[in-house]
């Protein structure tokens, strides 16, 4: 046991280290996951006939997305929650486990954090087995407060079927402490042990959509899709659950036996031997910044093209989903001057640009990232100025966020055409993406700001875009006040195809943007780096 000696002791440490950030995590999650209740309570009390709902989910674009319909006529209030939040919530708590995991694993390493713990007599599982033993508990954590908030908020449903939906979740999150460890050891940076699990859970997402339309042999290797199985609220089953804890177990003990075989700070897999000169493609900060970051501006194409051909596939049967449930017609009908296809077009429009400005902080953030690891002082040592390196990442970031709103019209008019027809020419969804952009400029805008000024509370651009999602997503059903959408760079833009383009509006955002980001620049040249 020598080799686990003082791991409650470092377990202790990361509670205290990421105190905070657990704490927000516990409470925001649970909150949003229980708090979405009586939207589908209120979605049930207003469809006269809930069979035809279930038989508009049955449609396989609507099964791709969401997952299967284990319902044979009508929905429960918490059937209809099952079916419809099962998958997000599974990949919103891998997510935060994928991350967890690497910060305490890879990214010590990287930041020297773990040569010291090494010096110290502790154990060599000792931070491994501490990182697993608090992922465990904030999981247990997340999986108590959903079934007690579940049950207080919504005393109708069965005990047993909200605890076979909050364990069925957070055990497949956990799966992915198990995932990402492996990662941790095959990887030579903590850039890419998130990229390779990120890509795990997008390609078992990707195999589950497949395996519920058409294979379902397909579904059942998924780790998603075995989720999915447990049917939570209709037959309540604990089979998939077992398997996805003996797949999580068997993650760990894998990553263990890796870690005994390699060095600290290296990984399994060999790094490639770089160039011995720059490609002659890179010509300068901008190119050589681009190629940094060229391989996971690709990914997040291939998944924003994706998801806006997803969404390009559910225009078939469009109006049966409105006619369904007023509160569908609530939320997706805002101009009855206008076609219920032109109103969907808009609204999920709306959505994607939200979704796309998501890598768009990401890629501007990595400028951060770099400073942190002590490579941008290799940069700006040498005749490049401040302002000309962190243009770089806003230039990039900019002309990303363009080809992905281009992308995301193009993908979603060229699939929904295949399913709909009369929908409007790709110049419609032309415009109304690049609407968009603007309020995509403003938002990396507040980043840049806060890269310049208050580096430590970049977090804060990722809360705006949560916000302006919150607040224009559910808005509409939840009757939030107007003034609050008016709060967002999203909402302040007029929604075209229902709305005339504002381009007062327009030159207003571009313009606070480049303020933003002038101010973001000059304290960028002021403070110091690293």
Same mark, same amino acid.
């Given at each position: 046991m020598e080799r686990f000696s003082k791991t409650f002791l470092l377990s202790s440490f990361i509670f205290r280290r990421e105190? @905070?950030?657990? *704490?927000?995590y516990i409470v925001l999650i649970s909150a949003f996951i229980v708090g979405m209740v009586p939207i589908f309570e209120e979605m049930l009390r207003t469809t006269p006939d809930t069979s035809v709902l279930v038989e508009t989910m049955k449609n396989p674009a609507m099964v791709s997305m969401i997952g299967p319909v284990f319902v044979e006529d009508s929905y429960t209030t918490g059937s209809i929650?099952?079916?419809? $939040?099962? *998958?997000?919530v599974g990949l919103m708590f891998?997510?935060?486990?994928?991350?967890f995991t690497t910060r305490h694993t890879r990214l010590d390493e990287e930041r020297g954090r773990m040569e010291i713990i090494k010096s110290l007599p502790v154990g060599d599982y000792a931070n491994i087995s501490g990182t697993i033993t608090v992922s465990f508990i904030i999981n247990l954590l997340v999986c108590l407060f959903l079934i007690v908030g579940f049950k207080a908020l919504s005393p109708d449903m069965e005990l047993k079927s909200i605890v076979n939906f909050s364990i069925s979740t957070t055990v497949f999150g956990f799966l992915f402490?198990? @995932?990402t460890l492996i990662f941790a050891q095959i990887s030579t940076s903590s850039t890419l042990t998130n990229s390779l699990s990120f890509l795990s859970l997008f390609a078992f997402y990707i195999l589950r959509a497949v395996g519920d339309v058409s294979y379902e042999f397909l579904s059942l290797i998924s780790p998603l899709g075995l989720m999915t199985r447990t049917q939570s609220f209709v037959n309540d089953y604990y089979f998939p659950i077992v398997i996805l804890l003996v797949e999580g177990l068997i993650g760990i003990l894998l990553a263990g036996i890796l870690l005994k075989n390699r060095d600290l700070n290296a990984g399994l897999i060999r790094e490639r031997q770089g160039r011995r000169s720059l490609s002659p493609l890179v010509k300068g900060v901008n190119s050589f910044n681009l190629s940094l970051q060229k391989s996971q501006i690709i990914v997040w194409a291939l998944v924003i093209a994706i998801f806006s051909a997803m969404y390009g596939a559910t225009l078939g049967d469009l109006e049966t989903y409105i006619e369904s449930s007023d509160l569908m017609a609530k939320m997706l009908i805002v101009n009855p001057d206008y076609s219920s296809t032109d109103q969907f077009v808009g609204l999920l429009i709306l959505i994607m640009s939200m979704i796309t400005c998501l890598p768009v902080l990401l890629f501007l953030n990595r400028v951060l990232s770099e400073e942190k690891k002590g490579l941008t002082d290799a940069i700006i040592n040498r005749p490049v100025s401040r302002s000309k390196y962190f243009g770089s990442f806003i230039l990039i970031a900019s002309l990303v966020a363009v080809a992905y709103q281009l992308l995301v019209a193009l993908s979603f008019w060229g699939v929904g055409r295949e399913f709909l027809e009369g929908l409007p020419d790709l110049k419609v969804f032309f415009i109304g993406a690049i609407n968009y952009v603007?309020? @995509?400029?403003?938002? $990396?805008?507040?980043?840049?700001?806060? *890269?310049?000024?208050?580096p430590k509370y970049t977090w804060l651009s990722y809360l705006y875009l949560g916000y302006s999602f919150t607040v224009l997503?559910?808005?509409? *059903?939840?009757?939030?006040?107007? @003034?609050l959408e008016k709060l967002t760079p999203f909402g302040i833009l007029p929604n075209y195809p229902l709305e005339e383009l504002d381009y007062g509006m327009v030159l207003i955002l571009l313009a606070l943007s480049l303020v933003l980001c002038g101010i973001g620049m000059y304290g960028y040249r002021k403070r110091d780096i690293g």
């Open positions: 105190r @905070i950030r657990i *704490v927000l929650y099952a079916n419809y $939040m099962s *998958v997000y891998a997510a935060w486990n994928i991350l402490t198990g @995932i603007p309020a @995509i400029f403003f938002t $990396m805008a507040v980043a840049v700001l806060l *890269v310049g000024l208050l997503y559910l808005g509409r *059903v939840l009757d939030f006040p107007e @003034i």
